[in-house]
């Protein structure tokens, strides 16, 4: 899979940066109101290292965003995406196939789980990245299918009762709301499938 480690790294940044607003109102409502600046935060400081993460092979250059996640975000989510991009660059060779791409995103969600203490149903960020991790092991996935599947993913978080994190704090009045951490998840996603075809 040829891929440019470049607009992979300006696309998901710039988007998740624009998503700010938006997910500081999803996390206002079922959080404190902050996962959108956290993010913001942490993908400026990913920007700003960008000469640095570029210069080293890929599974370096995934493990250098994770570390500068956990140092810049903070909350809950912040060392929670660390492990996802740490985890990546454990897993992934330098130029990896689609095989490869499904068996390391696999691995960082289990990673996630056992950081987190999570499981799938408890209305996180796990809700969407599990999903996906386990359509692209089917070997059927399309970048139109990996982008529609998050989509219903984060939507399916409305209905669900936070168990995990601060929304778990609200019970029952988390219900009805978007997990804030499953919407960025589902940022990153669509953005490189986008970037994989073209369109960012
Ligand atoms: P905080 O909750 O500390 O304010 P953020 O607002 O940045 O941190 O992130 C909240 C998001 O983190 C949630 O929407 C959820 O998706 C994710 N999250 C919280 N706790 C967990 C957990 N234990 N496992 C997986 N994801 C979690
Ligand atoms: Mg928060």
Do not use: W
């Not at 109102?25 to 935060?41: C, P, Q, T, W």
Request: charge should be negative; include cysteine.
């Amino acid at each position: 899979m040829a891929l440019s480690l470049e607009r992979l790294v300006d696309a998901v940044s710039s988007r998740i940066i624009a998503a700010a607003d938006e997910l500081t109102e999803l996390d206002s409502a079922i959080g404190d109101a902050d996962h959108g600046l956290n993010m913001k935060r942490g993908f400026e400081a990913v920007l700003a290292d960008k000469a640095n993460i570029l210069a080293k092979p890929l599974p370096d250059a995934l493990k250098a965003i994770g570390m500068t996640l956990v140092m810049k975000v903070g909350g809950a989510s912040g060392p929670l995406y660390g492990t996802l991009f740490m985890t990546l660059g454990k897993e992934l060779p330098p130029e990896p196939t689609a095989a490869d791409m499904a068996r390391a995103l696999n691995a960082a969600v289990e990673a996630i789980k056992a950081r987190g203490k999570a499981d799938f149903n408890n209305k996180t960020m796990l809700d969407v990245l599990g999903p996906v991790a386990t359509h692209l092991s089917s070997g059927s996935a399309s970048l139109a299918s990996i982008r529609a599947l998050a989509d219903e993913s984060a939507r399916a978080t409305i209905p669900m009762k936070a168990i995990k994190g601060r929304a778990s704090f609200l019970g029952e009045r988390s219900i009805g709301h978007m997990d804030p951490g499953s919407r960025s998840s589902q940022i990153m996603i669509e953005t490189v499938c986008d970037v994989l075809e073209g369109r960012s």
